[in-house]
């Protein structure tokens, strides 16, 4: 089986690079899609990819500084959506061209140590006859157009997570991911759903009846091969984390308000320690 990488990236240069260590191992097809860094020192050398392409930085250099100040103020993400969207369409409509059974995207800050996970999903998809395998943030509030947490998910939600996606070839092939349109600018998630959502309708298909899902959080940490940035996963046990999201997936937005609540006092008190 052949399997092709479309990577979105930024900065995080030493965690792509050592990706695509791994990824040269497993003789996948890398496809590296760069947003610049503004920094020659954390630009990928485009040699060990079979296709890299950097495009310019949206935030006007400093892209960092930018979402770090979003997600202290607590504010929706402008620039993120917009990158991401533009970079993985540039990305799945280079791919399509090359001999792949399946493609996996991911961004910079997640990192590949080895497919054995990825490799068990797909042959899950394969079994379940399933067409685009994602995370999904089930029980959560994510944002809407207008900027505000109003867009609860619940347990037929078509939102998938960026940070770690897989379809088949067959599906870029006619189109998938290789135009995706900015449907929310504040909501990279909803952008990636809709656009299955329309290859879909397209197809006559639908989302449930082609979607196998990896997992209803975000990050899960039992994924054999792939590592989450550090910063975005939960820091409680992971038996405790897989429990409560299980209670989320189970009920409505009332019972994920109260979670949610609790949480949040937890967090806050944490972070003053």
């Known amino acids: 089986m052949k399997i092709g990488f479309v990577i979105s990236m930024y ?20 496809i590296v899609i760069q947003s610049d860094p503004g920094d020659k020192k954390k630009i990928v050398n485009s040699e060990i990819c079979d296709f890299y392409e950097m495009m310019s930085d949206i935030s006007d250099g400093n892209y960092r500084e ?29 791919i399509k061209n090359f001999d792949v059974d399946y493609v996996v995207a991911i961004t910079g800050d997640t990192k590949i140590t080895s497919l054995d996970g990825i490799l068990k999903i797909i042959k899950n998809m394969e079994n379940s006859n399933k067409m685009v395998g994602g995370t999904r943030n089930v029980g959560y509030d994510m944002w809407g157009e207008d900027g505000e947490l109003n867009r609860f998910q619940d347990k037929k939600s078509t939102q998938i997570m960026p940070q770690f996606f897989i379809t088949s070839t067959f599906a870029v092939k006619n189109g998938l991911f290789c135009e995706i349109n900015r449907t929310n600018k504040y909501n990279t998630e909803q952008c990636l759903g809709d656009e299955i959502l329309r290859y879909c309708k397209e197809k006559n298909i639908k989302f449930l009846d082609c979607f196998y899902r990896i997992c209803d959080f975000a990050y899960p940490r039992f994924l054999e091969g792939i590592e989450y940035n550090p910063e975005q996963l939960s820091k409680i046990p992971e038996v405790f984390e897989k429990f409560i999201n299980w209670i989320r997936y189970c009920n409505g937005k009332t019972v994920n308000d109260i979670i949610t609540y609790f949480f949040k006092r937890i967090e806050g008190s944490m972070n003053k320690n």
Not at 13 to 29: M, P
């Open 11 to 30: 900065d995080e240069i030493n965690i792509v690079n050592e990706t695509i260590k791994k990824l040269h191992e497993n003789k996948c097809v890398i």
């Open 66 to 94: 930018k979402i770090e100040q979003e997600h202290k103020e607590r504010k929706p993400e402008f620039v993120g959506p917009k990158a991401l969207t533009r970079n993985f369409s540039k990305g799945f409509s280079i």
